[in-house]
C-alpha cells in the first residue's frame, strides 16, 4: 500500500508524530531494569569487578556454558574476578527480554573475546538468562550459553 505525501501529513497531524519514528513498544519499568541489569552484569565481567558480581548474581546461580561447564556464584565470581578469564570485549545482539512476576527471561547472541591462561580466543554464542527480584533488585539466577548452528 502506498501513501500520498498529503496522507503522511495527516496522519501525522492527527497522531502528533511521524509513523515511521514511533518505537513498537516502550519498555515497561522492570523490563528495563532486567536490561540495565543484564548491562551491569556485562561491564562487571569486563572489569572483573568482584563487588558487582556479588550484587548482581543469586546466591543459588547456576552458570552453564557453551561447552558443558557448569559453576556455582563462588565458582563463577573467582574465574571472572580472579582473572583466569579475562574478557576483552564482549558484544550483545538481537536480545529479548520478557518479565513474568518477579521473573524475567533475558536471550541473546554474544560475541565474545577472551582470553584462558594466556591464550586469547573468540567465541560466538546463544545464551538464555533467567533473573529473579530479590529485594527489589534483579539478580541472575540462571544462564545457559549454546553455540550457535553454523
Do not use: C
Not at 31 to 50: F, P, W
Not at 78 to 84: E, F, L, Q, R
Not at 121 to 133: C, D, F, P, R
Amino acid at each position: 500500500m502506498r501513501f500520498t505525501r498529503r496522507q503522511l501529513t495527516a496522519a501525522v497531524a492527527i497522531l502528533g508524530t511521524p509513523l515511521l519514528h514511533r518505537p513498537l513498544r516502550a519498555q515497561s519499568g522492570d523490563e528495563a531494569g532486567v536490561n540495565q541489569a543484564v548491562e551491569e552484569l556485562r561491564q562487571a565481567m569486563l572489569k572483573a569487578d568482584k563487588a558487582k558480581l556479588e550484587e548482581l548474581l543469586s546466591d543459588k546461580l547456576s552458570y552453564g556454558h557453551s561447552g558443558g561447564v557448569i559453576e556455582n556464584k563462588a565458582q563463577f565470581i573467582d574465574v571472572v574476578a580472579g582473572k583466569k578469564t579475562t574478557y576483552k570485549a564482549i558484544t550483545v545482539t538481537e536480545p529479548s527480554t520478557s518479565v513474568v512476576g518477579d521473573n524475567a527471561i533475558v536471550r541473546h547472541k554474544l560475541v565474545v573475546e577472551f582470553e584462558t591462561d594466556g591464550k586469547p580466543g573468540t567465541s560466538q554464542i546463544g545464551a538464555l538468562q533467567v533473573w529473579h527480584k530479590e529485594g527489589g533488585r534483579w539478580k541472575l539466577l540462571a544462564r545457559q550459553a549454546f553455540r550457535l548452528a553454523a
